[in-house]
């Protein structure tokens, strides 16, 4: 459901991008539910989408976006766009996964979606402090930057 909510919250960017790819190795620590989430994201708004196990030279071409959950093939993927001579947020977007210092500066600046670390930690604190032992959600926060056209 989190990646459903923060891709359809970009949904005004990422709709002007004619294919759309998540790249999900079958060794990601992110929970199977986010290939469902994208996908449910792609067919609300009937996009041409796929779901790859690794990044490949053909997913960057001109109106592809690219999401991706780890941050080992952030610097692959930003090496083939310029590679193939594509200009990263106009022919190509980039959105990855979980907010660090580094994606503020990476390429002019990497579009993320992240988990609200600081508001994870005070609904776990509070639960410490309450005993009180549960399941909680925690909202993304997303990072519009040059990666994603707009």
Same mark, same amino acid.
């Given at each position: 459901?989190?990646?459903?909510?923060?891709?359809?919250?970009?949904?005004?960017?990422?709709?002007?991008?004619?294919?759309?790819?998540?790249?999900?190795?079958?060794?990601?620590?992110?929970?199977?539910?986010?290939?469902?989430?994208?996908?449910?994201?792609?067919?609300?708004?009937?996009?041409?989408?796929?779901?790859?196990?690794? /990044?490949? $030279?053909? *997913?960057?071409?001109?109106?592809? &976006? @690219?999401?991706?959950?780890?941050? !080992?093939?952030?610097?692959? #993927?930003?090496?083939?766009?310029?590679?193939?001579?594509?200009?990263?947020?106009?022919?190509?977007?980039?959105?990855?996964?979980?907010?660090?210092? /580094?994606? $503020?500066? *990476?390429?002019?600046?990497?579009? &993320? @979606?992240?988990?609200?670390?600081? !508001?994870?930690?005070?609904? #776990?604190?509070?639960?410490?402090?309450?005993?009180?032992?549960?399941?909680?959600?925690?909202?993304?926060?997303?990072?519009?930057?040059?990666?994603?056209?707009?």
């Amino acid at each position: 459901m989190d990646i459903r909510e923060a891709l359809n919250t970009l949904n005004d960017q990422l709709g002007l991008y004619d294919k759309h790819y998540l790249v999900y190795t079958e060794d990601s620590t992110h929970p199977r539910e986010v290939v469902k989430g994208f996908e449910i994201y792609c067919r609300m708004f009937d996009y041409d989408y796929e779901v790859r196990s690794h /990044l490949d $030279r053909e *997913l960057f071409r001109e109106g592809a &976006v @690219i999401t991706l959950l780890d941050d !080992a093939q952030l610097v692959s #993927a930003i090496e083939l766009v310029r590679e193939k001579n594509l200009e990263l947020g106009k022919d190509v977007g980039l959105l990855s996964y979980n907010e660090t210092p /580094l994606k $503020r500066i *990476l390429a002019g600046g990497i579009s &993320v @979606i992240s988990t609200d670390w600081q !508001a994870m930690g005070h609904k #776990a604190a509070e639960q410490i402090l309450k005993q009180e032992p549960g399941i909680q959600r925690v909202p993304f926060k997303i990072y519009l930057r040059n990666s994603l056209k707009r």
